[in-house]
Nanobody, 122 residues
């Protein structure tokens, strides 16, 4: 069984910063891609940022230049550093990971965290 646990959400004023963390634990051989998505009330979930095991990152146009994704492979953890936050960044943020499981042959499975709320408001 694999769990992804997010932390770091909260209330921040416009222009402020937050750092989200997501730690994966359980029966993990390795993790391929990791990422962050968000879902605002009444809207569809959208991909915010993704990062490969080698560290190559990609971002949604709406967050480029403001958000930075990174990961610590030794800790199976992915981070999202958010700066210059705007009210439209308000959403529940979910991490995801493509996990290689200790099966024979090895299989990959896509896991999601439970979400952490980010509210940008004055």
């Amino acid at each position: 069984q694999v769990q992804l646990v997010e932390s770091g959400g909260g209330l921040v004023q416009p222009g402020g910063s937050l750092r989200l963390s997501c730690a994966a634990s359980g029966s993990i051989v390795s993790i391929n891609d990791m990422g962050w998505s968000r879902q605002a009330p009444g809207k569809q979930r959208e991909l915010v940022a993704g990062i490969t095991s080698g560290g190559s990152a990609h971002y949604a146009d709406s967050v480029k230049g403001r958000f930075t994704i990174s990961r610590d492979n030794a800790r199976n953890t992915v981070y999202l550093q958010m700066a210059s936050l705007k009210p439209e960044d308000t959403a529940d943020y979910y991490c995801n990971a493509e996990v290689v499981l200790p099966t024979s042959p090895p299989q990959t499975y896509y896991y999601w965290g439970q979400g952490t709320q980010v509210t940008v408001s004055s």
